[in-house]
């Protein structure tokens, strides 16, 4: 079915790049270059994922709504493009090192992508990330530390997440996406079909609480087991992905 996705994508890019050029499709930085990205990124979820989205009335319509910390499961390498593509406001996605693909610079660079050593030494992008929560803006953060595996199966949520929430002070935004392409390697979701669902609870103020870094992730945790029905897996998230191998493999798709 990928033949089909690149059809329908085609097609998107063919119709829909004058449409939203000429109505200046509304995005983040209210720019034309912007906003015919994220028209053709909503396109995108539309065509090739069938994007459904429950719960949209959790979502802030401002555009500088942060301070916030936007928490999602994570399913596929296309979730921060079906999550960000029904967001008013800029999200800066917090991504595993091991998920950088070299030809995407570009990309990542634009969308002020902070990349983080799954080490768990490397305490830059916290810094990089408090920063940015302090001067208003949003981050994007899977607290499982990989991919779900098997599917509908919440892995254990890092401490890194009750860390980042709890110095922060910052509301939390809980999504939860189904349905996307199961495929290896990750970033091979963007290629083929699927029906995919994208979720948003009400906000959460852990502020007032007194829990702790740890206890806010098991929280956490505890609320999406609560949202979703899904069972609990204990095992260690494994990489995503291997960069050089997407690489290879995105080249002969």
Not at 69 to 77: D, E, K, L, P, R
Request: hydrophobic share 45%; proline share 7%; net charge positive.
């Amino acid at each position: 079915m990928e033949w089909l996705a690149w059809v329908i994508l085609g097609l998107a890019l063919a119709v829909g790049l004058p449409m939203l050029v000429l109505a200046r499709h509304p995005s983040p930085s209210g720019t034309l270059w912007s906003n015919v990205i994220y028209g053709l990124g909503d396109w995108y979820a539309a065509a090739v994922h069938g994007l459904k989205v429950e719960g949209f009335e959790h979502v802030p319509t401002a555009r500088d709504a942060g301070p916030l910390i936007v928490v999602a499961n994570h399913t596929a390498g296309v979730d921060p493009v079906l999550i960000s593509a029904r967001c008013p406001f800029h999200i800066r996605w917090i991504m595993a090192e091991d998920m950088r693909l070299p030809w995407l610079d570009r990309f990542w660079r634009w969308q002020q992508v902070i990349f983080v050593s799954r080490s768990g030494r490397d305490r830059t992008a916290m810094r990089e990330a408090m920063a940015h929560l302090r001067a208003g803006g949003v981050i994007g953060i899977y607290p499982e530390g990989g991919l779900e595996r098997p599917e509908r199966q919440l892995l254990r949520f890092q401490r890194g997440v009750g860390m980042l929430i709890k110095r922060s002070g910052a509301p939390v935004l809980p999504v939860w996406v189904e349905g996307t392409p199961q495929v290896d390697p990750a970033w091979a979701s963007l290629w083929h079909t699927s029906r995919s669902r994208v979720e948003f609870a009400p906000i959460i103020d852990y502020s007032t609480t007194g829990l702790g870094a740890d206890e806010i992730a098991d929280d956490l945790r505890a609320r999406y087991r609560a949202w979703t029905g899904w069972a609990l897996n204990e095992a260690e998230p494994t990489p995503d992905v291997n960069p050089k191998k997407a690489t290879r493999r995105a080249r002969t798709a």
